[in-house]
T-cell receptor, first 115, second 117 residues
Framework: DSGVTQTPKHLITATGQRVTLRCSPR?????VYWYQQSLDQGLQFLIHYYNGEERAKGNILERFSAQQFPDLHSELNLSSLELGDSALYFCASSGPSGSSYNEQFFGPGTRLTVL | AQSVAQPEDQVNVAEGNPLTVKCTYSVSGNPYLFWYVQYPNRGLQFLLK??????LVKGSYGFEAEFNKSQTSFHLKKPSALVSDSALYFCAVRDFGSRTGGFKTIFGAGTRLFVKA
């Protein structure tokens, strides 16, 4: 158990809908990262937050947004969902220093299925 | 931009034999390199990292990796494979291109390791 929790574990929804994925980092970690894992794209970095501030953005679509709250949990919002958004979404945390030396600890993921 | 390549989709090895999972990288500046493992229906788990120092890095579960600057490689190795090592292995590199001082982690496509009893 990495100490990173993600809810829900599974999510099934329809095209055009909006969903919110939630992540709680390990105790003491200030950095949260979001990744998308799909068969055709592999593991893609989406976004990095450190202590509530956005630090780096990857290949995140404009329909997707994220935020990190004062209690350090993070939410990834996916809107106007398309079939191609079906994937595993992972959250990871590291820290507390936010150093680039640190390894990341991954949550179990949320499997999103868009029908 | 930084990148990593894992040239093998799959590696097959017999239990008890040594295993190698290959990774090559392309970076500007000093590379920060990582190996992660993913078991079925689980998140990724950190195995080891190279930041600086000794070229041979030792990690979890008996794994080690050798950093080779001239060949831009960071191959994962284990002297004696176990059936329980069967999983998906990812090599990763840090990308410091963000203007806000943050960084991304770029993952390779992954290599599936099968260890046969």
């Amino acid at each position: 158990d990495s100490g990173v929790t993600q809810t829900p574990k599974h999510l099934i929804t329809a095209t055009g809908q909006r969903v919110t994925l939630r992540c709680s980092p390990r105790s003491g970690d200030l950095s949260v990262y979001w990744y998308q894992q799909s068969l055709d794209q592999g593991l893609q970095f989406l976004i990095h937050y450190y202590n509530g501030e956005e630090r780096a953005k990857g290949n995140i679509l404009e329909r997707f947004s994220a935020q990190q709250f004062p209690d350090l949990h993070s939410e990834l919002n996916l809107s106007s969902l398309e079939l191609g958004d079906s994937a595993l979404y992972f959250c990871a945390s590291s820290g507390p220093s936010g150093s680039s030396y640190n390894e990341q600890f991954f949550g179990p993921g949320t499997r999103l299925t868009v029908l | 931009a930084q990148s990593v390549a894992q040239p093998e989709d799959q590696v097959n090895v017999a239990e008890g034999n040594p295993l190698t999972v290959k990774c090559t990288y392309s970076v500007s500046g000093n590379p920060y390199l990582f190996w992660y493992v993913q078991y079925p229906n689980r998140g990724l788990q950190f195995l080891l990292k190279y930041i600086t120092g000794d070229n041979l890095v030792k990690g979890s579960y008996g794994f080690e990796a050798e950093f080779n600057k001239s060949q831009t490689s960071f191959h994962l190795k284990k002297p004696s494979a176990l059936v329980s090592d069967s999983a998906l292995y990812f090599c990763a590199v840090r990308d410091f291109g963000s203007r806000t001082g943050g960084f991304k982690t770029i993952f390779g496509a992954g290599t599936r390791l099968f260890v046969k009893a």
